[in-house]
């Protein structure tokens, strides 16, 4: 399996909206932090999110988040 590419070592901070999101989770998209398709052949896939409530989130953009979609703060632990 190939790893991530991290774009970059913070999250994105975002509002969203109640509904269905695709979240990259191979770092090659150029619409981050939503999947448009640049995974395959990495053998990464995207990871589904259904938000249920208008909000803030903080999408994972370093893609070594242990909670996917979510930042985590692994990106402090990045070299």
């Known amino acids: 399996m190939t790893e991530p590419v991290v774009c970059q070592k913070s999250p994105l901070v975002q509002k969203v909206e109640p509904g269905e999101y695709w979240w990259c ?3 090659r998209s150029q619409g981050q932090p939503f999947c448009d398709g640049s995974h395959k052949g990495t053998g990464l896939g995207p990871k589904k999110v259904e938000i249920k409530e208008a909000g803030t989130v903080a999408w994972c ?8 979609a979510f930042c985590d703060g692994s990106h402090s632990r990045l070299a």
């Open 25 to 27: 989770a191979c770092g």
């Open 61 to 68: 953009m370093c893609k070594h988040t242990g909670s996917p």
